[in-house]
């Protein structure tokens, strides 16, 4: 599996952040509890909206102090594309567990977001590819991880 992480999906994402009365993509939605190495005290909250047929996965990381409901119009545009969206809470955000807006081991993000990935995937069908994106902190957590698995 190859993960992408481009600069015209990134175009794409800041678009879709900007854009104003998208109507509501027809999208399915789950929620997910995550526990970080299997430890259910440290749980991650993540949540994902697929249309019928995808033809791609986009996982999407948010900024410092944010969370991840905070961008359904980003969630509309990509599903109006035909791309199955997954989103997280990062640890500290949200309602991932941790004291806001800190984390103490920044290889726990990783750790975090390579679960969200696996469990997103498992989501939806099998060979569909999956980018990766994120922003202001999300983007630095997204660039270090697609650095580490770019196989």
């Known amino acids: 599996m190859k993960i992408q992480s481009t600069p015209i999906l990134t175009l794409i994402a800041l678009t879709a952040l900007v854009a104003s009365g998208l109507p509501a993509a027809e999208n ?16 991650i909250y993540m949540q994902g ?23 359904r ?35 726990d993000l990783l750790a975090a977001l390579d ?12 060979g569909l590819p999956v980018y990766m994106a994120g922003y202001s902190m999300g983007g630095l957590v997204t660039l270090r991880y697609s650095q580490l698995h770019d196989s």
Do not use: C
Request: glycine share 10%; no cysteine; hydrophobic share 30%.
């Open 115 to 126: 679960q969200v990935r696996k469990s997103a995937q498992a989501q939806v069908t099998q």
């Open 28 to 43: 399915s939605h789950y929620e997910k509890t995550l526990s970080l190495y299997g430890d259910t005290d440290r749980s």
């Open 49 to 71: 909206w697929s249309p019928e047929n995808p033809v791609g996965l986009v996982v999407f990381t948010h900024g410092f102090t944010d969370n991840s409901r905070n961008h």
């Open 73 to 107: 119009r980003l969630k509309d545009f990509l599903g109006s594309q035909g791309y199955a969206m997954a989103a997280w809470d990062m640890i500290g955000h949200g309602t991932s567990h941790g004291m806001r807006g800190y984390v103490q081991d920044f290889d």
